[in-house]
């Protein structure tokens, strides 16, 4: 399995380098929108490879994310984002797990935050990545790693992950199809509900952290 995210990894990589600006585009809605449209029928595949390989080497992905709801619109640009982020985020964990536990356990091993955390994770694994993925404002490219650090499993890790973030994309997205929409002279208030809604995401687990503690 480690093999194949790796050759996804490859081929994503290869894809995004096929365009001499790339890594600019990954930081540019409007030429990555133009770049996509521009690919025609690998525009998919174009836009996962492009996920997968900023995930996988820490590049933030909220401008993919924001040009996938212009280009494929909430549905297919959510779920496009989502597997390719998860595949971003297996491949990362397996760079952390494979070339960085070992030294970052004999350094840190006894560091009570990262004891704590796999404490929790020994007691109920799934849901403490759920919980960490579902807010969209936690450092989604450092948890990747950090994550790769424990003794976690890589099954339970992706299936937490690529449920975890399926609210906050989904509301990423929605918020880049609707603003591209109102822009151009369409109905101001999705995109307005769309800001609004993952504010309320953002702070939903604090307010619970808060309520049980």
Request: proline residues 5%; glycine residues 12%; charged residues 10%.
């Amino acid at each position: 399995m480690t093999i194949a995210l790796f050759v996804c990894l490859g081929i994503g990589a290869a894809i995004a380098l096929h365009c001499h600006s790339a890594w600019h585009l990954l930081f540019n809605r409007d030429e990555l929108v133009r770049w996509l449209e521009n690919l025609g029928p690998w525009s998919v595949v174009g836009f996962i490879g492009a996920h997968v390989v900023a995930t996988a080497v820490g590049i933030p992905g909220t401008v993919l994310v924001l040009a996938g709801g212009v280009v494929f619109g909430v549905f297919y640009g959510t779920l496009w984002s989502v597997i390719g982020a998860t595949l971003g985020a297996i491949a990362a964990f397996a760079l952390a797990r494979t070339l960085l536990r070992d030294h970052i356990i004999k350094r840190w091993g006894h560091s009570s935050r990262l004891q704590k955390l796999n404490h929790r994770l020994g007691r109920s694994p799934l849901a403490v990545v759920l919980a960490v993925r579902f807010a969209p404002i936690s450092p989604f490219n450092v948890v990747n790693f950090l994550f790769g650090l424990t003794p976690i499993s890589l099954r339970t890790y992706a299936v937490g992950t690529f449920i975890g973030i399926i609210p906050g994309t989904a509301l990423y997205t929605w918020t880049g199809s609707s603003g591209a929409d109102m822009l151009s002279g369409g109905n101001p208030v999705p995109f307005a509900i769309a800001i609004s809604a993952l504010g309320i995401l953002s702070i939903l687990p604090f307010m619970c952290g808060r309520r049980y503690q």
